[in-house]
């Protein structure tokens, strides 16, 4: 499976939507407003950065939460360097993912800097002040062979109903299994069987307000 690349449709030419999973990639209303109010408020940040603060992800997409993440750390002033390792079964072609980042103005500084590196294959990529890890292949063989923990997660997997294998329990025991003690996941998804999935891992979930037209998220704790 490592390499393969996805099968994109545009919405508006801008959105980009997964026909595998028949989903966007990220909200159809404002896909870094979401991404800020999911993955970075949903996990304490910026407060909680540090040297060597180490987020994990299920599901890199277009990179979004990679980029909005890297540009929260810079403002934040932190100090040292902040480790990212994302975990995506099919990394998109370079210019899907050119187009796709485009619309974040804001962010065009730091999405150059993805694109000029960008292979459509993992690795490991060093810019200013951040580490990114990208894995490839399904994260159900690559998750459990990863010898690292996380201070925090990002769960973004396409939508539980329509890709149930990156939400199943024994996948949300082996986030469990490489996050250390006290530390946090969020995720935009309040499905049922993901919350208990995680609370049958040993984290402590909580069911809180969600971005846009979603009632609800879903915060964690590994306690």
Partial sequence: MQ???PDIEWRNETVP???????PYYSLENGLDETRHVFLHGNDLPDRFRDGFHIGELGFGTGLNF???WQSWRASGAAGTLRFSSFEAYPMRRDDIAQALEPFAELAEFAQALVRRWTGSGGRFEFDGVELNLITGDARDTLPRWAEKADAWYL?????AKNPELWEPDLMAQVAAHTVKGGSIATYTA???VRRGLQEAG???TRVAGYGRKRHMTKAILE
């Fill in 203 to 205: 984290f402590s979930v």
């Fill in 17 to 23: 939507v997964s026909t595998r999973f028949d989903d």
């Fill in 3 to 5: 390499n393969q690349h």
């Fill in 156 to 160: 973004d997997g396409f939508s539980p």
């Fill in 67 to 69: 980029l909005a993440t």
């Fill in 191 to 193: 499905a049922g069987f």
